[in-house]
Structure formats: structure tokens, C-alpha cells
């Protein structure tokens, strides 16, 4: 099992869609989780952290479930400007800190 | 607040050339982290330091390339010779501890040849 896997999508929305994003870890030890965001041909940058009680940000809101390894990421009435990859970030095993999944891209259309 | 630098934005070059990356961590973070990512394997971590020495550089595809950490400061990723399938962008990060949030520069998108 791959240390982090989510759906590459594209998922494509309409303007006001809610859409959702899963990620699968695999690092049951796992302590900190992270949703990144990737525009094209930039850099990567924090969302948000993941507690283990979920939390929420505006129309961003993100979850944890321990007990089926997955954590999510909901976004609400989706604009344009949400359009990037989104990028799920966990625990590795071994030496290694943080893990990134391969994103998820969506694309949000007028 | 300068966040991390990196340079060359920019690399085209020639197959069997030496290529030097070069990355500026955050002020103050005891992490750094090199990247490299392509469309088929996504954010592949490469090597990563705290305060300075290496820790895991299990990633670092074969001999051909090194990293080196001088300062806390600067960071150096050294791809020599360099070959085509090297061709990806290159991204350094860094963070206060291992498993905070990381980083990251702009990138260097390299090309070789």
C-alpha cells in the first residue's frame, strides 16, 4: 500500500458546487496531517492543518478518521479561483517526516 | 518576512553538464527539505537536513547527485553529469520541526537536454 494515495481526478465542478477530496494514509502512528495547494507551475503551499477533531476554514473544511486511515477535504460553494491541485500531506514511515500524495486536480467551470 | 529562496528558476542544459541547484531556508527552521517532481511521480523527496546534516538521503536517485547544507543558510543540490531524465522541478523546503508544515520555494524547473 502506497504511504498516501488519492483520487488524480480531474474532478470538474460548477460554479457553487460543494466537492469533496479523500486521501488514504497509511501510517497508523500518523500525527500531523496537511492539505496543500498547487497552482500550475508554482510551488506548493499549506491550506490547512488537519486536527483530530476536524476543522474548518471558511468554505474549507477538513476531517480526520483514524480508524479508516482517510482524512478529507470539503469545499463549499466552489469559485473559480479554488481551480489548482490539492495535495495530501501525512506522516511517512522510516526516516522520512512528511509524505505528499501525487494531488488531486479540480477544475471549477463558470 | 523572506520566505525560501531558490535559484536558478531556470536551468537548461546539456546532457553529461554539471547542474548546482541552490536553496535559502526559512530564517530560524532546522529543516530542510529537496523535492523533486515530475507529472508521473509526483513530490518525491529527495534528501533532507536538520541543522545542517543530512538525515535521509534515501531518495537521492544515484551517485550522480549530492546535497550539501555548509550554513544554516544554504543548501546546495549537485546533479553531475546531468542526463534527460533528470528534467523535472526541483523544490526546496524547509520547517521549524519534522513534522510541521513545510515550505517551499519557488522552484527550479529544470531542463536537460
Known amino acids: 500500500r502506497k504511504e498516501v494515495e488519492q483520487d488524480p481526478g480531474p474532478f470538474n465542478v460548477p460554479e457553487g458546487a460543494t466537492v469533496a477530496f479523500n486521501c488514504t494514509y497509511s501510517?497508523?502512528?500518523?500525527?500531523?496531517f496537511f492539505w496543500y495547494r498547487q497552482d500550475c507551475r508554482k510551488e506548493p503551499k499549506l491550506l490547512m492543518s488537519?486536527?483530530?477533531s476536524g476543522n474548518e476554514d471558511g468554505r474549507f473544511t477538513a476531517q480526520l478518521n483514524r480508524a479508516s486511515q482517510y482524512i478529507s477535504l470539503l469545499i463549499r460553494d466552489s469559485k473559480l479561483s479554488d481551480s489548482a491541485t490539492y495535495l495530501c500531506v501525512a506522516p511517512g514511515s522510516g526516516n522520512t517526516p512528511l509524505v505528499f500524495g501525487k494531488g488531486t486536480r479540480l477544475s471549477v467551470i463558470a | 518576512d523572506a520566505g525560501v529562496i531558490q535559484s536558478p528558476r531556470h536551468e537548461v542544459t546539456e546532457m553529461g553538464q554539471e547542474v548546482t541547484l541552490r536553496c535559502k531556508p526559512i530564517?530560524?527552521?532546522?529543516?530542510l527539505f529537496w523535492y523533486r517532481q515530475t507529472m508521473m511521480r509526483g513530490l518525491e523527496l529527495l534528501i533532507y537536513?536538520?541543522?545542517?546534516?543530512?538525515?535521509?538521503d534515501s531518495g537521492m536517485p544515484e551517485d550522480r547527485f549530492s546535497a550539501k547544507m555548509p550554513n544554516a543558510s544554504f543548501s546546495t543540490l549537485k546533479i553531475q553529469p546531468s542526463e534527460p531524465r533528470d528534467s523535472a522541478v526541483y523544490f526546496c523546503a524547509s520547517s521549524l520541526l519534522a513534522f510541521y508544515e513545510q515550505y517551499f520555494g519557488p522552484g527550479t524547473r529544470l531542463t536537460v537536454t
Open positions: 530564517s530560524g527552521h532546522d529543516y
Open positions: 488537519v486536527y483530530s
Open positions: 537536513f536538520n541543522n545542517n546534516v543530512p538525515i535521509d
Open positions: 501510517n497508523s502512528a500518523s500525527q500531523s
